[in-house]
């Protein structure tokens, strides 16, 4: 079975999907900017696993091989699922698989606004004395007391939860459905008003697109810091940087961007209190290592002809 992996894939990763080739499985890596490559090998391809860069009707139209998009993530708003259904491909993705990682950087993400982290790096950077100015010193603070609030309640806020809590923080979350756990449910509005930091972990769907608009910004309190791990689709981003640059909300971390990667001239990019990532909360060697196992075992089951695992299309 020929798979096309759409990642920059080179060194131990490399020899990971080489190894492959001992259990009937021909990988070719891609790298998502090598656009002439990725069409060239995409109508060869039976399976293509998927990270970021979207998968397309126009896509689907030339691989005329393709049974199987392997989504490397859990998000499947990047693939065009009609067309999928219209040339017959399966949609499958990896529940759980970079949950670790994403609580991770999610708490990373926190801890860098709290502390004020770019503004740490350039005095360390770019100062002699190593004096901090009054006024960062006045915003540098702890987790601990504040009330962290998830948007979402699914793997990720699961896992960092109880991390949160035994630092010291109170744990509050918005969700269709009640979870188990002694954390307080809010609705998002009554959230958005009590947490210190809000945190998001929803999908994007034709529901939760500006879920965080300018008037539930402008509710958040004063001080407040914004997490975003989850898709930039969710924020109303103009509406955040006025809001980070007037001093309304203290920070915010952000691995996702409406727009990615984030234009060069965008306001998130020059604000000192912007923790920025390039959406690789997911990207660990752990992920990679998780995924593969089960990316692989389903292409052998499309090869079987068995029912695939985790399919959502």
């Not at 670790?100 to 770019?126: F, I, K, S, Y």
């Amino acid at each position: 079975m020929r798979v096309l992996f759409h990642f920059n894939a080179d060194g131990a990763l490399a020899a990971r999907l080489a190894a492959l080739s001992g259990s009937g499985l021909d990988v070719v890596a891609v790298p998502e900017a090598d656009v002439a490559g990725f069409d060239a090998a995409l109508p060869a391809a039976d399976a293509l696993w998927h990270v970021l860069r979207p998968v397309t009707a126009a896509d689907f139209a030339g691989a005329q091989r393709l049974k199987l998009v392997q989504k490397f993530g859990v998000g499947v708003n990047t693939i065009d699922l009609g067309a999928a259904k219209r040339h017959g491909v399966a949609v499958c993705n990896l529940p759980g698989s970079n949950s670790r990682a994403v609580a991770e950087m999610t708490l990373m993400l926190m801890l860098g606004c709290l502390r004020q982290w770019p503004a740490l790096a350039r005095v360390a950077a770019e100062h002699r004395d190593w004096t901090l100015p009054g006024p960062l010193q006045a915003r540098l603070g702890e987790i601990g007391g504040r009330t962290v609030g998830f948007v979402g309640a699914g793997a990720i806020p699961s896992t960092l939860a109880p991390w949160l809590a035994a630092m010291g923080a109170r744990v509050v979350y918005a969700a269709r459905g009640d979870r188990t756990g002694p954390w307080t449910r809010l609705d998002l509005d009554a959230l958005i008003e009590r947490a210190d930091i809000v945190s998001l972990h929803v999908p994007a769907t034709a529901q939760t697109q500006g879920l965080l608009s300018a008037a539930r910004i402008a509710r958040m309190k004063p001080g407040a810091i914004l997490v975003n791990t989850a898709r930039g689709a969710l924020v109303d981003e103009t509406a955040l940087a006025r809001a980070l640059a007037d001093g309304r909300i203290a920070a915010a971390g952000l691995d996702v961007t409406a727009v990615e990667p984030l234009p060069a001239d965008h306001p998130l990019r020059r604000l000192p209190n912007v923790v920025l990532t390039p959406h690789a909360a997911w990207l660990t060697r752990e992920t990679f290592e998780r995924s593969i196992d089960v990316a692989a075992d389903n292409v052998r089951r499309l090869a079987r002809g068995e029912p695939l695992l985790h399919r959502v299309a």
